[in-house]
């Protein structure tokens, strides 16, 4: 089962802060000194705000498939994300590996979380 990409010190997304996407629209990198604990692993902020509003509701920001890389889950496979390479699409945040599969995703996009959640629903069984 792979709930979260996470490093080896169960740090999720590479210590980027997941709420940034939304409310700033950029990646921002967050800090040990705001952090929360979510799905076994430690979601890391730019401050505090950002950590109280995922703690109040982690699955309104959280990234889909556990912020493992959503291209790579359209074709069957699972590799982790590169935080810089993002998209929200319908009020979701995807990671992808490459700025250019962001790019791929958001063309067939509905086509891809469909192939994607496939993927994921099957590894997590």
Same mark, same amino acid.
């Given at each position: 089962m792979l709930p979260v990409s996470v490093d080896s010190e169960k740090i999720a997304i590479q210590g980027y802060d997941t709420v940034a996407y939304f409310t700033d629209g950029k990646a921002v &990198?967050?800090?040990? +000194?705001? #952090?929360?604990?979510? /799905?076994?692993?430690?979601?890391?902020?730019? *401050?505090?705000?950002?950590? !109280?509003?995922?703690?109040? *509701?982690? !699955?309104?920001?959280?990234?889909?498939?556990?912020?493992?890389? %959503? /291209?790579?889950?359209?074709?069957? #496979?699972?590799?982790?994300?590169?935080?810089?390479?993002?998209?929200?699409?319908?009020?979701?945040?995807?990671? *992808?590996? +490459?700025?250019?599969? +962001?790019?791929?995703?958001?063309?067939?996009?509905?086509?891809?979380?469909?192939?994607?959640?496939?993927?994921? &629903? +099957? %590894? *997590?069984?």
């Amino acid at each position: 089962m792979l709930p979260v990409s996470v490093d080896s010190e169960k740090i999720a997304i590479q210590g980027y802060d997941t709420v940034a996407y939304f409310t700033d629209g950029k990646a921002v &990198k967050g800090s040990s +000194a705001f #952090e929360s604990k979510w /799905m076994g692993s430690r979601w890391q902020f730019a *401050n505090a705000e950002h950590r !109280d509003m995922f703690t109040q *509701n982690p !699955d309104a920001y959280a990234p889909r498939f556990g912020g493992y890389c %959503v /291209m790579a889950m359209v074709n069957g #496979e699972i590799f982790r994300a590169n935080p810089l390479a993002w998209v929200i699409i319908d009020g979701k945040l995807y990671l *992808n590996s +490459a700025p250019g599969d +962001a790019v791929a995703f958001q063309r067939r996009s509905a086509e891809y979380i469909q192939k994607a959640e496939e993927t994921w &629903k +099957a %590894v *997590n069984q």
